[in-house]
């Protein structure tokens, strides 16, 4: 039996995913900027994504935009208004637990001039709203706060943030990264306040390669990739037309069943977390069950190190991950388990197991029992 926990990382295509890439890679394969047929035919897959997409977020077809991942659409935004905004300010606010694709471009801004705050978690991975109004300023050009974080599955109140920033600067943009929120959450970027958005094609059950960034019509921002005018001049490159055509299916079909998605997960992450319970020596991180992302849950085994469990169970046929998998192979202490206080045992030890609607509870039944085999015997080599 082969057990997929890492959905976080990425998911397995649907079916219907699958069909329209192949599709638009066989058969409407025209270039979209192209004015004969093949390429109207083509348009017409982008167009129908935007409309897609647009209605998910309650949003306008004109405020989306096409990018090559969530990589891109967080890049593209923390430039992009960072950049457009700096005559106003270079005062930047953002969480001590953000994905690295939001730490390196910031990081990246604050050697060009500007100022970064960032703010502290509590021990659940939670940003106290309070504080972010009192670190925005008159010279707050942008703030940027992950909705799901990707590694212990907090939810972040993100309507209140964006209501507390508008509040006290109107002027400032809020960047949020919704990449293991989309399609876990209905995220309406207008009712929330927030100006810009980062999703991805394939944690949704889409194609890898392609995402979005929505951008509010009033939002300034700057282009980062220049060339044909693709996207009203916003973002050139030739269309990814597969991709974004998956990216488009996978978001009716995960939105089409999104509370039953949910639900489900729900089951199956409280019936790993209650077996884990049962286990000596095992620490859950995050919020409580019910109330963080219902795909996520991540536990430290002290006295096992996260990669050799990770190995051990894989050889069983249980995949999980002992990190964000975006970071590539190279392991580092993690910023979000550090942030929360987690003790070096526990840094050393975690372990992020993540769910989807396909993950059966005769799945998590294995992998508690492998782990109840696997740990006794891992602690005792360890200890020699």
Known sequence: MEIYLDNAATTRCYDEVRDVVVRTMTEDYGNPSSMHRKGVEAEGYLREAARTLADILKAKEKEIYFTSGGTESNNWALYGAALAGRRR????????????AVAAPLAALEEQGFAVTRLPVSREGLVDPEELERAVTEQTVLVSVMFVNNEIGSVEPIQELGERIK?????????????????????????????????SGHKIHGPKGVGLLYAGEKVKFRPMILGGGQQNGMRSGTDNVPGIAGMAAAARKIYGSLEENRAHMYRVKKKLAEGLAQMDNVVIHGMAIEEGAPHILNASFPGVRSEVLLHALEDKGIYVSAGSACSSHKRSASATLSAIGCSRAE????????????????????TLRALHALLPMLRKFTRR
């Open 89 to 100: 300010g270079n005062h930047i606010v953002t969480s001590a637990i953000e994905h690295a």
């Open 167 to 199: 509040r006290k600067n109107p002027e400032t943009v809020f960047h949020v990264d919704a990449i293991q929120a989309f399609g876990k959450y209905r995220i309406h970027p207008g009712k929330m306040k927030i100006d810009l958005l980062s999703a």
């Open 347 to 366: 840094l050393e030890s975690a372990v992020r197991f993540s769910f989807c609607e396909y993950t059966s509870e005769e799945e998590i039944e294995e």
